[in-house]
């Protein structure tokens, strides 16, 4: 086990979706397998103002907390007020749509999005029909840019994602993550490798997302055609039917260093997402 982990993707309660405890619980309970910093993630919205509770009741356990805010259609989707409001508040993460988004919308029914069921939100669209960014999302650009704001990209697609992290360098972001590029629904590309590397795209690694990829390579190979120092920690735990971290991690850590050896599970596992969302 490492300590000093820096998880970028985890989830509690108050939800709409069962959780194995409210936030302080379940980072309580990372806490005491070596995560010391941690980022709350809800789809129903923001967890800023839950992050500061939070970190102030999983002081004893070490963690440090960060939040941020989800632009599904409960915050209106592309609404840089909502983001000015978070980055004021000491968010530091703003994910793009994840529930809302078409891509999601579109695989619902798809054995990998099984968490998600009974959790649905109107759709909110990124791209338009020319697959170009619709131009409501350049103000949401522009706040992020403004507060040096970690750009997530949700549940885009890879190509999606491609499209809105080109537009997010103009604008000026220069802190980007990529979510669980594995997960089958989200259709990554090899291909684009290069590309997302010379934006300076960090991608995410995740537990629960390998648990539910039952068809495909887990997020641990990705190290295979990516440079592992842009690499970083997301477990997506915390949902009250998978496993928790102490019961996850230890074998998911095992096959990490398999594939990118022990030094660089280290740098992943504790720096690189530290990094990324820290200023």
């Not at 592992?228 to 102490?246: I, K, N, Q, S």
Request: with cysteine; net charge negative.
């Amino acid at each position: 086990m490492i300590s000093g982990v820096a998880d970028l993707h985890v989830h509690g309660a108050p939800s709409l979706v069962e959780r194995h405890g409210f936030d302080h619980e379940v980072l309580g309970a990372h806490g005491s397998v070596g995560v010391d910093f941690a980022v709350l993630k809800a789809h129903e919205g923001s967890t800023v103002e839950r992050a500061v509770l939070a970190g102030q009741r999983s002081a004893a356990a070490g963690v440090t907390v960060a939040g941020g805010i989800v632009l599904n259609s409960p915050v209106g989707g592309a609404n840089p007020d909502a983001v000015e409001v978070a980055a004021r508040l000491g968010g530091r993460v703003v994910w793009m749509p994840t529930v809302s988004a078409p891509a999601h919308i579109a695989s619902a029914a798809n054995p990998e999005l099984s968490v998600h069921k009974g959790l649905a939100f109107r759709q909110v669209d990124v791209l338009d029909d020319a697959g170009a960014l619709l131009p409501a999302w350049q103000d949401v650009l522009d706040v992020v840019a403004a507060h040096d704001l970690v750009l997530a990209s949700g549940h885009l697609t890879c190509a999606q994602s491609l499209v809105l992290f080109r537009a997010a360098t103009a604008a000026g972001v220069t802190r980007m993550l990529l979510n669980h590029p594995r997960m089958p629904f989200l259709q990554w590309d090899d291909a684009a490798a290069p590309e997302f590397a010379q934006l300076g795209v960090v991608l995410e690694l995740g537990i629960l997302p390998d648990i539910l990829t039952t068809d495909g390579p887990p997020s641990t190979t990705l190290g295979d055609v990516y440079p592992h120092d842009m690499l970083a920690f997301g477990g997506d735990l915390g949902h009250a039917h998978y496993p928790t971290m102490e019961q996850a991690l230890p074998g998911w850590l095992a096959d990490l260093e398999r594939c990118v050896g022990e030094s660089d599970t280290e740098l992943i596992m504790t720096t690189v997402g530290r990094r990324l969302v820290q200023r």
